[in-house]
């Protein structure tokens, strides 16, 4: 009898062992295996990329941050693709849950980031020039000297900006004149708050007549996501301002510029005079006009320029350019735009309003580079262009660096 509930007692072990093991295996079935690192180390101002594996296409991935050591705030959803894109400001250790979904399945996985001061001494102003190509305008030359070439005309450029608190103004001449600069560090997109400032002209009274109003420039950035230190033409991605969705606001709008051949003849008719036909323009709108020169003035088209004929193509802004009084062209009004473009009211950009070719958000962690494009072009009085209205620009900073240190006011 013994021996029986011995063999009876057996079965019932094996049974129950048979029974949770059935279920464990139901319960696992419906279990996303997540494969990812408990714990990382980074320096502030640097992206860290997070991986983890591929859990399918019909995955959904939300990353939460579950505790912040700068504000406190926990439980924020910072991202909602397989893999995060984190770059912290301020030192101390973050923690992320990573939640995944795949039709009835679920996981979820933790792990710490542990971010530290950086040891770089980073400059919060541009520190680097990688183009400067104004297009024929009044101050096109302003930085030329005899026999300099490009390049000793962008070492010249990178004096002026480098140091923003110095306050020069480079002059990108009429429209398509650009800049390309570079900080020596990625500008963090932080959410919910703008992350860089273009410094430019003054427009601080926009109802006051102005000898040499700033007009307008676009900004495009580039995240340096191939660490190759210079920007490429597909990191490119435009920021969209106030303007872009205006009825008055032009795509595709292209203008080429011709230069006067040499010892081709003055059109002169007044001493005040010595060019009217100084550099011949056309734009796709059917519009064909002069640049005219005035005396002692430098030449308009850029003396280092190799080529005599230079396109320009892309968006124009409408800028209420108009004469203080009527029959003069030295004093204007000007409507400048509210944000997202050089020389605005506002001279903070938000890297959110990124996007790309398409019109999509382009959802950057940060960025590295910077263009501004001059975007107007108004024929005005006897130079037919802005003339000294041209997009200015002297540089920028990033506001981070500047709060984080308090190295100048940032509101």
Known sequence: MKKNVTRILALIGVFAFIGCSSDDKDENANVIDITLQEKYETPTFTVLDITTSDAGATAKYEWIMTKNPVNQVTDSIVGNTKDLVFTAIYAGSYEFTLNVTADNKKGSKSTIVNVSNETADYNPYITRIFDFDPAPGMFANDLYKDGFSKEDVMKTALGRIDKTSVGYLLDLGGFGGSIVVGFDHTV?????????????????????????????????????????????????????????AKSTTVKNFKVTYNKKAAGEPLVTSSALWTDYEHVYCENNQDNKYYLARPRGKKEFYPLWATQTTVSYEGLKLNVDFKTARAGQTTLWYSTPPEWGYANAINPDIDIDWAVDKNGNKANLPGIDFVKVVNCVSEPMGLCQQQSSMATVFAGAGDLHILKKYNLKKVN
């Open 188 to 244: 963090v997109n932080v959410p919910g708050i703008n992350d860089f400032r273009i410094y430019g002209g003054d427009v601080t009274n926009p109802t006051g007549a102005k000898a040499n109003p700033p007009a307008p420039g676009l900004i495009f950035v580039a995240y340096d996501k191939n660490k190759n230190g210079k920007p490429d033409e597909e990191e490119w991605y435009e920021i969209i301002g106030s303007q872009h």
